[in-house]
């Protein structure tokens, strides 16, 4: 066994490398360049993981996001590969505190933010130290084209002049060809090689359906109970929602976003993963670590904000190569709701600025002061406060991120505060009744003594098992005894958490990137305009769409998606007329009942009866039926 094969083997208890995995690492450890684009799931990090095991030295890894890499040093300590990650601006001490730990720690792989290298005091502290290998995960970051645009990546070319020899290895999961080029740009890359692998997932069929009524549409497309299935829908509720309507139907469903606690998700992924519940019900938030092998139907109930997205959700559909669909559903008016939903809230700069001022005053945070800090906002007191639109003031915490001011951490706490209201001898009158409202008013007066005097934070979760109606019912009954002035309350299930990555330099920090704003929210009206045309435009192969997309070009069709160039094939096999004379010979049937029977889409099937009337084959009666003349 080679040492390649042997380290795979030892440390990641697997005998074979996944495609392309081999050739990346055999070119980076001749210290070459190297780019390696691979979808979700193709096996990156191996790529850089291995070669830093193989090598005399530390291999310094640039990536975005404090939570991932954090997941990753705790992944790879537990695989016994010995790795840290440089914790954010603590003061000086600490600083040197964590590079003495690098310099004498036996690690082999580093993990930084961007944001550090700006920092020459850091950048002299790195030459230090032994690195051997530099990785920049998540490269696409470098670009503006890229849908996560962080400029704090353009810093990472100064590793460059730190350390001339270090060969870079640069890796993404997005690869459009603009993307491409600004990697190769962005992070000062010389002649590197590019491994490329394709972003085609064969056994996937991609559907779009255009339906009236999309819940109708899930009940036909769900044929198999026992099928693993993942159902993306864009809101918590409406994952509750719909899980409770599949269960009433009669399948094993249950649901899953991020604002269910912690443990009820490892609970709901176990069920899932058991077949258990094997249909989940889910938000975006339904994703990371997510490996299971066998599931056979992604469907979307509303399109996402980019082909990226769309791209990464469907890609969990057939990991085990075996045929699968990913189904779109669309409604005529999905297309105004998708550009409302993310292109009406977008902020301008004057309004980023009176934000920026807001936040930073409700913080307190003074001028100069705030790096390093971790603070909590209660998104919809702040947006009370100023008057703010509360999506529009989520999009400037996204933009202040992705700008690398501050790391937008979703606290997901919901939290409700209940007070009543009326008099004492009013609320048990109404405690009377025999409703929900009433139960739940008696639940209050009998756990809350202090509810009558002031604001009382509750546990909705004690009211669900009590009462036994959903937290969205329960929200409801509040409301309704709200309207009946008995009580008031407030839910907020939107809590943040930011932590502030720069100094408050208001004119420094906020000028570079507003001068960006235009050109990102074309950017992002690019990416629903693509969007929408997959689920609108029928002509052009689904799969051809979405690799076109990620710059490959593909002349032949796949042959099972639902675009009209794809479909016809299907009905060349079929003789269209003579199936229908068959069916007719029993009775006479509308043309959607005719459609469902040959299980050909409806179009063909009008097609087929026009002809056949034209022929004087079959005619038309009063009922819309057609019949054998
Ligand atoms: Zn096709």
Known sequence: MDKLHE????????????PLQKEVISNYLMAKDTVVLMPTGGGKSICYQLPALLSDGLTLVISPLISLMQDQVDQLNQRGIKSMFFES???????DRQFENARNGGFKLIYSSPERLVNRSFLEQLKNLNIVGIAVDEAHCVSEWGHDFRPSFMAIKNLREVFPKVAFMALTATATPEVLEDIKGGLGLEHPQVF???FERSNIHYRVGHVEDKMGEIKKILSDPKESVIIYCRSRSKTELMSQQLKRWGYKASYYHGGLEGSLKKQRLVDWKAETTPIMVATSAFGMGIDKSNVRKVIHLMMPESMEAYYQETGRAGRDGIDSTAILLVHPSDKTRLNHQFLSHLPNSSFIKRFFEKLTTTLNIAYGEGAGEEFKVNLKDFCDRYNFHPKKTLECLKILDREGVLELQQAYETQTYVKIVSSASVASQRAENVDDAARILQFLMRNYQEVFRKEKKINLGQIVDLVGISFEEILKKLEGLKKE????????????KLYWKVPREDQYTLNPFLKRIKAHHQQKADKIGFMIDYAFDNSECKRNKILRYFGEKKSDLCKQCSAR???KEETVDLDLPSEIKILLQRDPLNAY???IQIGVSNEFIVIALQEMIEENIIGLNELNQFYLK
């Open 565 to 567: 160039s794809c479909r």
């Open 7 to 18: 380290a795979l083997n030892l440390y990641w208890n697997s005998k074979s490398f996944r």
């Open 593 to 595: 009942q005719i459609g």
């Open 89 to 95: 601006n603590r003061g000086e001490n600490d600083i």
């Open 485 to 496: 002035n008995i009580v008031d309350f407030q839910h907020y299930n939107t809590d943040l």
């Open 196 to 198: 490329r692998n394709s």
